[in-house]
């Protein structure tokens, strides 16, 4: 890919965390079984630093015992399979050390005005964007942001205070399909009904046994998407009043030898903003679904007023057999990892615009060409998107209560983001 941008200069970044998404290695010293075997963070900004995009790369974790065999498999994977793909990179702790805080020795290594992306558990983003924060770096944490409207309200006063882009990392906004879905939702009146679903095989618990059940559930890491993308569409047009959650259970908590749930139904009831008619959104997420053509089951149908819209994101017509995978529903629109002249050839999937997108804004707002709210419409900012937290919150309050509604209160009756979740 060509730029025909002026020159600017490459900003540094520091990821925190080392998993599936970042690597594509698992915390089991072993390749990921999935999609994301080559992962998706260190790759994209592998590719911006060949692009001049991106400077300094910087990776923390917890455990620096890792890091030999992360080198190796990201030499594997990316390096001897990309022409000109450099995968080096500093690494926090030493190889020869564990450091729950070693986040914030890397953290140091870089000035204002650099970037960080967080992809750790999700209750630890809070402490780790505000160290992040503090330092004067841009942040972009990988869905949701956090888990309550509490934690929200503190980042962004931080950002807000010193003037930061700060995001959570919503690819859904990127996939074309979603993308158009969400321009002819603008035309189609009043929000009516929403289903969605989304799934990830149970092999993938395996993958998320350290902090599935007991840090997080499936709401918050998959429902979190279509949430996303649902207030995003209906911004200023609606919004969210009541919530409650429901639950299957009974296989996840076999697998992991700890409470969680296999599916989690979040009903959702939303006003729409002028003429108060009343819709309902049912967002369904479940990671206990058998292994079949897509590693992760993503639609959801939608219905205004004066139209619907329905998208599977997993079936684009492009189906693969082999004799080592068998079949296959290809989806390269998301991260197109099999080379083209032996290059890579992935910088128009949605999963590297994601990442490329906040780079540059980033940029831009680093060098004073741009401020921080001109992205609230385009990005998962955090100023725009106090409805997703306060639904996900909602939900977990409302399983954690037996099912009990909850309302989300506003300050008035035009106002957009809650202000508070109160029980019904």
Not at 211 to 239: K, M
Not at 265 to 281: D, I, Y
Not at 361 to 369: H, S
Not at 383 to 406: K, N, P, Q
Request: hydrophobic share 40%.
């Amino acid at each position: 890919m060509n730029d025909m941008r002026d020159p600017i200069s490459p900003l540094n970044v520091v990821v925190i965390g080392t998993g599936e998404y970042v690597t594509g290695f698992l915390h089991g010293n072993e390749a990921s079984r999935s999609d994301k075997g080559a992962g998706v963070i260190a790759l994209v900004l592998f590719d911006l630093r060949r692009r001049g995009r991106v400077g300094r790369i910087i990776l923390a974790g917890r455990d620096g015992r890792r890091f030999p065999a992360i080198r190796a498999h990201l030499q594997t994977k990316i390096a001897d399979r990309y022409a000109g793909l450099d995968t080096t990179l500093e690494t926090f702790p030493a190889d020869d050390s564990m450091d729950p805080r070693a986040y914030a020795l890397a953290l140091d290594r870089v000035d204002p005005g650099a970037v960080a992306i967080i992809a750790t558990p999700d209750d630890t983003h809070t402490p780790i964007a505000q160290a992040a924060l503090d330092r004067g770096l841009h942040t972009l944490v990988v869905k949701p942001l956090v888990k309550t409207l509490a934690e929200h309200d503190r980042l962004l006063a931080t950002a807000r205070a010193r003037g930061l882009l700060l995001a959570a990392e919503y690819h859904k906004r990127f996939d074309p399909i979603y993308a158009d879905a969400r321009d002819r939702i603008q035309g189609l009146g009043d929000m009516s009904l929403l289903l969605s679903y989304m799934s990830q095989p149970k092999l993938q618990l395996e993958t998320f046994r350290a902090w599935a059940g007991t840090q997080s559930d499936i709401g918050y890491y998959l429902n979190a998407h279509h949430i996303d993308f649902h207030a995003w569409s209906l911004r200023g047009r609606a919004r969210p009043v009541r919530a409650r959650a429901t639950a299957a259970s009974g296989v996840a908590s076999e697998v992991l030898r700890t409470k969680t749930e296999d599916a989690i139904a979040l009903t959702v009831e939303w006003e729409s903003l002028g003429s108060g008619r009343r819709g309902v959104a049912v967002y369904t997420a479940s990671w206990v679904a058998p292994r079949a053509d897509v590693h992760s089951q993503q639609r959801f149908f939608y219905m205004g007023a004066e139209g619907e819209v329905t998208v599977d994101q997993a079936h684009r017509g492009y189906a693969i057999a082999t004799d080592a995978l068998g079949f296959m529903s290809a989806n390269p629109l998301f991260m197109k990892y099999t080379p083209t002249d032996g290059r890579f050839a992935g910088q128009g999937g949605y999963g590297y615009r994601s990442i490329e997108a906040f780079i540059e804004a980033a940029q831009a707002v680093t060098r004073g060409a741009a401020r921080p709210e001109d992205f609230d419409a385009s990005l998962a900012t955090a100023a725009s998107g106090r409805t997703v937290t306060a639904i996900l919150e909602a939900g977990r309050r409302s399983l954690d209560a037996g099912g009990l509604a909850f309302n989300l209160c506003y300050a008035d009756a035009a106002a957009l983001d809650p202000v508070s979740i109160d029980p019904e």
